[in-house]
């Protein structure tokens, strides 16, 4: 009992361990001070963003104050702004892009979730979407000129001309307007829609579809009976995500949406978004216009932070609850 | 015996025929053609990507040369020209936006991840990453011309790298992360198990072996930041010449970029500037997969091991 225990191998004590040494210890504490200084730069640069956002919109605000919202008119020479058409169109092309993106993105979810393809053809599917979202937003546009547009030509036109009556058809289609705009938003919101809603069906544990597939459920009363209802939170989530970016989104709508202050409910008809009339004018503005679209600058900010934050929630609280469950 | 009877005879008033899966029954025909609508709308959704490649290859490819890639632009009504200014501008910005964003990216999601993790500030650091994730590009553009283009008094490189930064940075963060916390918490036991300080354990261990995965997150937003038009229309503007000039570098000058080149000649009539658009995209969409391309084959190497 009284021998030392000696170690096995033939090391001296400290050559592999030891304690860290005084300096050591300081440059530990200076490099933890470092990464917590980027950690806060992080929330300072985002706070940055939107008090110098909102700084430089005030005086328009102070100016023109809620008025704005609602007036409808834009003629610089006369300092006459509104920019409820822009909101109007922005909200009006990301519903219809996000109603059609999602339609689709689900589809694929549900194809690329439940065993529908052989895996190898799963895999070319998805790696196809994950390429969509790759494809820059500008060459998206350049695209929708020179193939949507041409394409929906007579589509469009036997629409006005069968269907005119109904106010979505009122007006002949002249070339960029909200249908092309919207239809090329649908396919950059497909690829979030699909890629989320897929997380969030694959999150739904195998033993629910199983049960149902026991009950005797067909694989679309599974699919739309418990799998849909289960994964809905994270669905949504997606959804608003989609919502968020398409609401953001400004070159494809710059080049297709024609960006005339007009408000209509037509499909057909041209009109603007808050980003496509950011890029097209911030350029060239002056004065009381550089105000005012710094102001509306601050709308889309609130719009897009509001969104965003409603579905990184939803998303995030989707997945607490799947913890649940299991 | 009797059980055995009883059994048999349990089926007795069930019509097999029923059990079958037969396309005349309602439910099975509803959901027959259910997977048909879902499998026809996938192909459907593959459709404008086709579409966008063979544009891009047949309209974009006419017209790629060695002068397209190497000439400035053409004036109106001029034949020939190119882009080289462009793609110069464009991978200057990209680098400009990286040297920004990635160590501010790396550094502070190896607080999130390693140093103070459960901490009240790296809830809030996590969620203004998915704010700024979510924040539209023309903003961060809004924000750079705010801040660098009225502070230095003109449209310039810089300030166009600033924009992007700021759209690089929450991918570079969150995918870092992520990476962090995926290295095997043995190895950082077995660190800290021989006297190693936070610090020593993030540079020698944690790092090294999160790389690849760090590595992707700074692919992809490079990407992202090399497609992004927006932010750069009132930073960097446009320029038809080259950054060098009479063998300065002047940087504090608007920039051309291809994003934006593509987006100022798919408005004008002339079928030079048309064609030469289609080329710029074709090369654009070539620098954007590449990034992509090696961002998903370092991600698929750290699965392997």
């Known amino acids: ?326 | 015996m009797s059980a055995d009877v009883e059994l048999s005879h349990a089926f007795d008033d069930i019509d097999l025929g029923k059990l079958e899966t037969s396309l005349r029954s309602p439910r099975t025909l509803l959901s027959a053609l259910l997977s048909a609508t879902a499998l026809l709308a996938s192909l459907v959704a593959c459709v404008p990507l086709v579409s966008v490649v063979s544009m891009l290859v047949i309209r974009g490819g006419q017209r790629l040369s060695w002068e397209a890639l190497t000439a400035t632009p053409p004036a109106a009504f001029t034949s020939g020209g190119g882009f080289g200014n462009a793609i110069l501008g464009t991978l200057m910005m990209v680098g400009i936006a990286a040297a920004l964003s990635v160590p501010c990216g790396i550094l502070a999601a190896a607080y999130l991840a390693l140093l103070g993790p459960e901490t009240w500030t790296s809830s809030a650091v996590r969620f203004a990453a998915k704010v700024l994730t979510g924040l539209p590009s023309v903003l961060a553009g809004v924000f750079a011309y705010a801040a660098v283009v009225l502070a230095t008094g003109g449209f310039s490189a810089p300030a166009g790298g600033v924009a992007l930064a700021v759209l690089m940075l929450p991918t570079v963060l969150l995918t870092a992360e992520e990476a962090i916390r995926m290295v095997p918490t043995r190895m950082k036991e077995a660190a800290i198990g021989m006297g190693t300080t936070d610090s020593q354990l993030l540079w020698r261990i944690v790092l090294p072996t999160a790389m690849p995965g760090i590595l992707t997150g700074v692919m992809l937003a490079v990407a992202r930041a090399a497609g992004e038009t927006a932010p750069l229309l009132f930073t960097a503007l446009f320029s038809s010449y080259w950054l060098v000039n009479n063998g300065q570098v002047q940087l504090m000058r608007p920039t051309a970029s291809l994003a934006v080149l593509i987006y100022n000649f798919s408005a004008m009539p002339f079928p030079n500037q048309l064609s030469l658009a289609w080329a710029a995209s074709l090369v654009l969409v070539v620098i954007v997969l590449t990034f992509n391309i090696a961002g998903q084959f370092l991600s698929r190497n750290r699965h392997r091991q």
């Open chain 1, 1 to 326: 009992m009284g021998t030392p225990t000696t170690i096995p191998f033939a090391v001296a004590p400290g050559a592999i361990s030891r304690p860290p040494t005084a300096s050591e210890r300081a440059i530990d504490r200076i490099a933890r001070m470092v990464t917590l200084a980027f950690a806060w730069s992080v929330i300072g640069l985002v706070t940055y963003i939107v008090l110098k956002i909102a700084w430089t919109a005030r005086p328009a605000v102070a100016r023109f104050g809620s008025d704005l919202l609602t007036a409808t008119t834009w003629d610089t020479n006369r300092d006459l702004f509104g920019l409820l058409p822009a909101i109007w169109g922005t909200l009006y092309s990301s519903i219809i892009g996000v109603a059609v993106g999602t339609f689709f993105g689900l589809a694929i979810a549900i194809v690329l979730s439940q065993d529908f393809l052989p895996r190898s053809l799963e895999t070319v599917l998805k790696n196809f979407i994950e390429l969509l979202a790759a494809i820059p937003s500008v060459v998206y546009g350049l695209w929708g000129i020179f193939v949507v547009i041409p394409a929906l030509r007579p589509l469009a036109a036997w629409c006005f001309d069968h269907l005119g009556w109904i106010p979505v058809f009122g007006t002949p289609f002249r070339g960029p307007g909200l249908l092309p705009a919207s239809l090329v938003l649908a396919i950059m919101v497909l690829p979030t829609v699909s890629a989320l809603s897929r997380e969030a069906l694959v999150a739904v544990p195998n033993k629910l579809k199983e049960a149902a597939y026991g009950l005797g459920a067909t694989r679309w009363e599974a699919i739309l009976g418990v799998l849909m209802p289960t994964a809905m939170t994270g669905i949504f989530g997606s959804i608003m995500l989609g919502f968020g970016r398409a609401l953001g989104e400004t070159m494809a709508l710059a080049m297709l949406v024609g960006n005339s202050n007009t408000l209509s409910v037509s499909l057909f008809s041209p009109a603007t978004t808050l980003a496509a009339l950011l890029a097209l004018n911030f350029p060239e503005a002056k004065g009381a216009e550089a105000q005012v679209l710094m102001y509306a600058a601050l709308v889309l900010l609130t719009i897009t932070l509001a969104v965003n934050v409603i579905g990184t929630a939803v998303v995030t609280r989707a997945s607490i609850k799947m913890r649940g469950i299991r």
